[in-house]
């Protein structure tokens, strides 16, 4: 099951760059769209770089950490403390639950608020599906979370809410070889406070979207993924963002591969592009690994332009790896 999920991760990244990078001979960004240095109008003064790289390495490995400590549970969880068996004829509008091919799918719509008796408010359109089977020893468990165009929110009688605009899953696959989990998410979340409690996807304090593909074998550990970050937990920066990512210790232990890339404050990209190995979906081993590259340095680009290089430390590259089973 590992190489199915890393060949689809590598399939997704083929057709998504979360980072600032493209996919030059110098890793250089070239997107006219992305975030640059500007000035206001009539300011002469040059816009340098804010940040060294001591700083974006240190802003990398804190947002990359962040990224990885985030529960998507947390936004099933809170929905489904306010939802969960709430609904009543005519509240929501329409409401339809029925099971296929192993998924129990719950849909609902309501154009104006309603509220049921038991005091809980539906407005918008939301989609549930949860998923739990044994497929010989393996265990499956999976939820989907989606509001269906727009904004989706369910209040409790006692100020409790919960609102999204967007999509989150979770995934998780058991057996006596390992653990492989997944999440993904894009769009805004939000909660009252005492339902955000312990969650920086619901109290504001970071916004986040992409996905994360873990993988334990009780021995070493997996992670890969594509996103972006703002918010805290960046140290120094402003926002993260990183794309063909991935941490395995079987084949470099001391660098990851991909791109990760850190806004300053300045409004300058600063991106590293490591390259122990490279990503070969037709191979059988999905990623090929030149030792002679794997020495935790990559090439560091600021504003789109090579500037020299950069290294990170093996014991920052393995604290990303650093949990048991799954990281969420």
């Not at 006219?32 to 804010?50: N, Q, R």
């Not at 993924?225 to 960046?234: A, N």
């Not at 963002?241 to 941490?247: P, R």
């Not at 030149?290 to 340095?297: I, L, P, T, V, Y």
Request: proline share 4%; glycine share 14%; net charge negative.
């Amino acid at each position: 099951m590992r190489g199915a999920w890393i060949g689809l991760i590598v399939l997704a990244w083929g057709c998504a760059d979360a980072s600032g990078g493209d996919d030059g001979d110098d890793g250089g960004t070239s997107d006219p769209d992305l975030p640059s240095p500007y000035a206001e109008s009539g300011d002469t003064e040059e816009i340098v770089p804010s940040l060294g790289t001591d700083e974006v390495v240190d802003a990398s490995i804190a947002g990359l950490q962040t990224f990885v400590s985030l529960q998507p549970d947390a936004l099933l969880a809170a929905y489904l403390s306010i939802a969960a068996d709430a609904a009543e004829p005519g509240c929501p509008e329409t409401y339809e639950a029925f099971e296929e091919d192993g998924a129990v799918t719950t849909i609902w719509y309501s154009e104006a608020e309603c509220t049921t008796a038991a005091g809980v408010a539906f407005r918008g359109s939301a989609r549930i599906s949860t998923t739990s089977f044994e497929d010989g020893d393996v265990m499956v468990e999976a939820v989907q979370l989606s509001s269906e165009g727009g904004t989706m929110r369910v209040s409790g009688p006692g100020g409790a809410y919960f609102e999204m605009a967007g999509y989150a899953a979770t995934e998780r696959a058991v057996s006596p070889a390992g653990v492989e989990s997944g999440f993904s998410l894009t769009g805004k979340f939000s909660a009252d406070a005492g339902t955000a409690a312990g969650s920086p996807l619901l109290d504001g304090s970071v916004a986040a979207q992409g996905y994360l593909f873990a993988y334990s074998d009780g021995s070493a550990n997996v992670l890969a993924g594509s996103g972006s970050l703002s918010g805290d937990g960046l140290s120094a920066g402003e926002a993260l963002a990183f794309s063909d990512f991935l941490i395995a210790r079987s084949g470099c232990a001391a660098e990851p591969l991909g791109t990760v890339s850190i806004r300053d404050e300045s409004g300058y990209w600063h991106d590293i592009v490591f390259d122990a190995g490279t990503f070969e979906p037709e191979s059988d081993d999905d990623v090929v690994f030149d030792a002679a590259q794997c020495d935790g340095c990559g090439a560091y680009l600021v504003g789109g332009e090579r500037v020299g290089e950069v290294c990170v430390s093996e014991a920052d590259v393995q604290s990303l790896v650093a949990w048991e089973g799954s990281p969420w």
